[in-house]
């Protein structure tokens, strides 16, 4: 659901730039512009060419919006009440086995550097 708002919102301000670029350019006199005018209609073309690409952007987030929905309607189930146990224990394992994980028994170390001990 988030993407659409920011995407309708850039649809209209591109829609409001065209609408306002165009009525620029049409109340512009031809002998006042000698440079950019090949700039302006680009300006307007590009605007133009965005409000569908944008259209498009939102009509494919709100399709994928729809379709997480039904998805989500379709498959949900509520989980069961029923509280079991959340961890089972791995089988055959006994604990009276229990052993020290390995190198663990520090050797004696010379003299000078003793490294510290291990619990």
């Known amino acids: 659901l988030m ?58 987030a709100y399709k994928r919006y729809k379709m997480g929905v039904e998805d989500f309607v379709q498959s949900y189930a509520d989980p069961s009440p029923e509280v079991s146990t959340p961890y089972s224990s791995y089988p055959n394992i006994s604990h009276e086995s229990y052993q020290q994980p390995p190198f663990t028994h520090t050797a004696e170390a010379p003299e000078g550097y003793q490294p510290p001990p291990v619990y």
């Open 3 to 60: 993407p659409l708002p920011p995407t309708g919102l850039w649809t209209f301000l591109w829609f409001i730039g065209f609408c306002f670029l165009t009525n620029q350019w049409s109340w512009t006199q031809p002998g006042t512009v000698y440079i950019g005018a090949d700039s302006a209609r680009a300006a307007i073309t590009f605007s133009f060419f965005s409000i569908f690409s944008w259209g498009l952007l939102l009509t494919f």
